[in-house]
C-alpha cells in the first residue's frame, strides 16, 4: 500500500508541477482554508486523505476519496494555510507500481 499511495502522490504531484502556470492563471479559484475544505468534502463526498506531498514551493498537494472511490478531490495548501480545489471527479481507482521497462 506505501508504494501504491507513493507512486500515486508522485503522480499527482508531476500533473500539478507541470499545470501550475494553468491553474494560477485561473480567476476565482476555490480556496478557503484547510480545515474548512477537508470537512467540507468529508461531510458533502465522504472523502478522506488517502495521499499527500510537498511541493518544491512549499505547499502541500492532497488526494482526498471516499473508501468507494466514488468521488475524488486535489486540494493544495499554500504554506499560509489557505487550501484550493484544483481537481475533482469520480470514479478513483489505485494503481499498483509499474516496473521500469514494462508495458503499461
Same mark, same amino acid.
Given at each position: /500500500? ?11 504531484? !508531476?500533473?500539478?508541477?507541470?499545470? %501550475? ?6 480567476? %476565482? ?6 480545515? #474548512? ?9 465522504? &472523502? ?7 511541493? #518544491? %514551493?512549499?505547499?502541500? +498537494? &492532497? @488526494?482526498?476519496? %471516499?473508501? $468507494?472511490?466514488?468521488?475524488?478531490? +486535489? +486540494? @493544495?495548501? /499554500?504554506?499560509? $494555510?489557505?487550501?484550493? /480545489?484544483?481537481? !475533482? ?12 521497462? #514494462?508495458? +503499461?
Amino acid at each position: /500500500m506505501f508504494r501504491t499511495t507513493s507512486l500515486i502522490a508522485g503522480l499527482v504531484l !508531476s500533473v500539478v508541477a507541470g499545470s %501550475n502556470h494553468a491553474h494560477a492563471a485561473q480567476p %476565482n479559484p476555490s480556496c478557503t482554508d484547510r480545515d #474548512s475544505a477537508v470537512t467540507h468534502l468529508a461531510r458533502k463526498y465522504q &472523502e478522506k486523505p488517502v495521499a499527500l506531498g510537498l511541493a #518544491s %514551493n512549499g505547499s502541500v +498537494i &492532497e @488526494v482526498l476519496t %471516499n473508501d $468507494g472511490g466514488a468521488t475524488w478531490s +486535489i +486540494i @493544495v495548501t /499554500m504554506p499560509d $494555510g489557505t487550501a484550493c /480545489m484544483i481537481a !475533482s471527479g469520480e470514479y478513483w481507482q489505485p494503481v499498483l507500481p509499474v516496473q521500469a521497462g #514494462s508495458r +503499461i
